[in-house]
């Protein structure tokens, strides 16, 4: 049993658990579980027909959110979720380029802790197995920023296969195991195997230990390419044939027999870069439903892996004392990589190791399910993410969280407040800038409430505001390189973004504008037409 070193858990934020309130009580293990690429409807019990059982054993013991928010992209929500900070005020305003400013630097800089380093000075084992792409500097790497074990992809992207440049004169992407550089078998090598595989070497030195610990297992799944096992791509081959119109519809009824969307939500029109299916010719419906097959076996193997993960806690005697959140880091991918511009190019069959390949603007259409757009937009489809909650100490079992609108920078006071630890206002010499969210302890153990702090994003001009039931959103035009109108809906009726409420509600509009302006300059935020003149 772990208890609680009462003589290192110094009394915290305001909101945060008190030290009298957790005498005697053990402090949870902690999980921290992102998929990478998977939209809000891609799990089945977020209503799809992808084979997810652990995750919807997780879901069923634990609490589902209605409402939970990334920040549209790998680079931006990793920063977020590891520093509870919005990403410009973690160093990481848009990808992992240095852009000339502080907010934009590339990296995690001095003026935030991670995850990993709060949970580490309050006493726990930190660990981590998976995608890291928050900065490739040596001062920015894992084990450089809090976490005492380390396995996985440093990088943004990688075949599953191997180690191989996925861009035109390009490096190859590089894979570490803890400082040392790791290079894949040539043979039996699959990369959510072996994430998984490390998670659990490192849980096995963790039973050594009387520390609780703080895992941070990110996959790469189901990120493009399109790799996946023969037999796990045999499970789903012919199933799409059925075309994504109807999928999309079946998907929405499963929504909303679960109560994971509003009665009021409507389902989204198809996207305008997707065309009818039954307009398709037969090689072009088998393409497409060879692209959704490899797509789903990754999820299913994503989940199988979690499985062996959550059985080896099982084992141990840990998992009833183990913290397990679940969540994916943007929307579905539009993006088309097969053949096109700088990517590499292939000829194998989707889901080989010779191929390289996306499931394109038709899929993540219905992997958004029912919103508009997709990764690296903000509209709902962007930023919209399952998250799941499991902890049968504190957390009822099989509730549905629908007022509570939670977000990644949430996760840092969360899980300090259930791990009775503080956030520290200076690290290491550095003065470290205060958290951004808020705790959703109360929310997870049965008093959800709305939220009365205004969230924000930005992404490489995208930018959107949500305060209450309010939400302000705008693209940016890459092409005229110009910021569009902004937009104003409605979430609580009107989820997918289809009512304009602009012209109906000016002055709401304009106060809001003025409040994301107000934000956007205390963290950093630079406009993107600025950006682009670099």
Known sequence: MKLANLKTIPLGLIGLTSLSSIKAEVRPNILVILADDMGFSDIGCYGSEIKTPNLDKLAKQGVRFQQFYNASRCCPTRASLLTGLYQHQAGVGDMVNNLGTPAYQGFLNKQCVTLAEALKSNGYNTYMSGKWHVGSQAEALPRQRGFDR????????????????????????????????????????????????????????????????????????????????????????????????????????????????????????RDENVPAWETLSGVEKTMWDLRMAVYAAMIDRMDQNIGRVLVSLEKKGELENTLIFFLADN????????????????????????????????????????????????????????????????IKSGAIVTETAGH??????????????????????????????????????????????????????????????????????????RFKAWELYNLKNDRSELNDQSTAQPDLKKQMIAEYETWATRVGVVAREELDKR
Request: glycine content about 8%.
């Open 408 to 481: 990644i920078i949430d996760l840092m006071p969360t899980l300090l407040d259930f791990a009775g630890g503080t956030y520290p206002e200076n690290f290491k010499g550095n003065k470290i800038i205060p958290m951004e969210g808020i705790s959703l302890k109360e929310a997870l153990t049965g008093n959800a409430k709305q939220r009365t702090k205004p969230l924000f994003w930005e992404h490489e001009g995208n930018r959107a505001m949500r305060k209450g039931d309010w939400k302000l959103v705008s693209q940016y035009d890459t092409k005229a390189k």
């Open 150 to 269: 380390y396995f996985g992809l440093i990088d943004g992207a990688s075949s599953y296969y191997e180690l191989i440049p996925y861009r035109q004169n390009q490096a190859a992407p590089r894979m570490m195991l803890n400082d040392s550089a790791y290079f894949p078998p040539k043979d039996g090598f699959y990369m959510t195997n072996a994430i998984a595989d490390y998670a659990l070497k490192f849980l096995d030195e963790e039973a050594t230990k009387k520390e609780p610990f703080f895992m941070y297992l990110a996959f790469t799944s189901p990120h493009w390419p399109l790799h996946a096992l023969p037999e796990d791509i045999a499970k789903y081959k012919g199933k799409y044939l059925k075309g994504w119109d109807i999928l999309r519809k079946e998907r929405f009824e499963n929504m909303a027999k679960l109560g994971l969307i509003d009665p009021s939500t409507n389902l989204s029109p």
């Open 331 to 394: 929307g579905g991918c539009h993006e088309i990589v097969k053949n096109q511009g700088t990517y590499i190019r292939t000829t194998g069959e989707t889901g080989t190791r010779e191929s390289f390949d996306s499931y394109e603007f038709p899929w993540a259409n219905v992997s958004n399910t029912p919103f508009r757009m997709h990764k690296h937009w903000v509209h709902e489809g962007g930023i919209s993410s399952p998250f799941i909650a499991y902890y049968p100490k504190k």
